[in-house]
C-alpha cells in the first residue's frame, strides 16, 4: 500500500514527537535516579538509545529538558484542576482539593524534582519565555482555586478567612507530604507511603470546613 504524501508527514511527525517524548521521559527518570548535577545530555541520548545530535534535534539544550519536564508537569496539575473545579462546581465540595493533592502526591519524587529544577532554572535567561509561561499557568490555577474557595466560604462549607489562607494551608499539608517521603529520619516508620499519603489527602478535604475550626476570624 503506498501512503499519500499527507500520511507520510502525518507518520514522520508522529516519530518526531514520540522520540521527544522517549527523550523527556528518560531524562526524567535520570534526574530522579541521579539527581540534577550528574546527568548530561550524552547520557540521555545513550539510555534512551539515540544519537547526541538527536537530542539536539530538539532541545537546545539541558536546560531546554528539565523546562519541559516542568511545563509537562504544570500542564498536568492544572488540568487535574481544572477537572476537580467542575465537579465541586457540581456540587462535590471536596474535589478540588481532592484534585489538588493527587496531583502533588501521585508521584512526589517528580514533585521534588520540579521544585529542586525552579530552584535551578530560576535565573537561567535560556529559558525566560518557558518559566514565564508556567508562572502563568501556575497563576492561573491559583486564581481558579481562590475563585472557587470563595464560592465555598459563601455557601457556608469553608471557613470565612480571607480564601488565600486555604489555598496555602493546603501547599504546607502537600509540601510537608512531599518531604516526609524523603527523609530518612522517617525510614522505619514509613511501611506504607502509599497508605500516608492517602491519609493526608483525606485530612486536607475536611481542613478548613465550617465548624472545624474554633479560632475568631482574622482582621485583615
Known amino acids: 500500500m503506498t501512503l499519500s504524501s499527507?500520511?507520510?508527514?502525518?507518520?514522520?511527525?508522529?516519530?518526531?514527537?514520540d522520540r521527544e517524548q522517549?527523550?523527556?521521559?528518560?531524562?526524567?527518570?535520570?534526574?530522579?535516579?541521579?539527581?540534577?548535577?550528574?546527568v548530561t545530555v550524552a547520557e540521555i541520548a545513550s539510555k534512551a538509545g539515540i544519537g547526541k545530535g538527536t537530542v539536539y534535534k530538539h532541545f537546545e539544550s539541558k536546560a531546554q529538558i528539565m523546562m519541559r519536564i516542568m511545563l509537562d508537569y504544570q500542564?498536568?496539575?492544572?488540568?487535574?484542576?481544572?477537572?476537580?473545579?467542575?465537579?465541586?462546581?457540581?456540587?462535590?465540595?471536596?474535589?478540588?482539593v481532592k484534585a489538588y493533592f493527587e496531583s502533588r502526591l501521585a508521584n512526589p519524587a517528580l514533585d521534588r524534582l520540579v521544585q529542586q529544577l525552579e530552584i535551578r532554572l530560576e535565573a537561567d535567561a535560556?529559558?525566560?519565555?518557558?518559566?514565564?509561561?508556567?508562572?502563568?499557568?501556575?497563576r492561573s490555577s491559583v486564581k481558579s482555586i481562590n475563585d472557587m474557595v470563595e464560592k465555598l466560604i459563601s455557601g457556608?462549607?469553608?471557613?470565612?478567612?480571607?480564601?488565600?489562607?486555604?489555598?496555602l494551608a493546603c501547599w504546607a499539608l502537600a509540601q510537608g507530604a512531599v518531604d516526609v517521603c524523603f527523609n530518612r529520619e522517617f525510614d522505619d516508620e514509613l511501611d506504607s507511603k502509599k497508605g500516608l499519603l492517602k491519609f493526608i489527602t483525606d485530612i486536607g478535604m475536611?481542613?478548613?470546613?465550617?465548624?472545624?475550626?474554633?479560632t475568631k476570624k482574622p482582621t485583615q
Open 22 to 38: 522517549l527523550i523527556i521521559d528518560t531524562a526524567l527518570n535520570l534526574l530522579i535516579d541521579r539527581g540534577l548535577e550528574k
Open 156 to 167: 457556608g462549607i469553608l471557613e470565612d478567612v480571607p480564601p488565600h489562607y486555604h489555598y
Open 126 to 138: 535560556s529559558v525566560s519565555d518557558q518559566m514565564e509561561q508556567l508562572m502563568d499557568i501556575r
Open 75 to 96: 500542564r498536568s496539575t492544572a488540568a487535574s484542576l481544572r477537572v476537580g473545579i467542575e465537579a465541586t462546581d457540581k456540587g462535590n465540595p471536596g474535589a478540588v
Open 6 to 17: 499527507t500520511e507520510k508527514i502525518r507518520q514522520k511527525k508522529q516519530r518526531f514527537l
Open 206 to 214: 475536611t481542613m478548613g470546613n465550617k465548624g472545624q475550626m474554633r
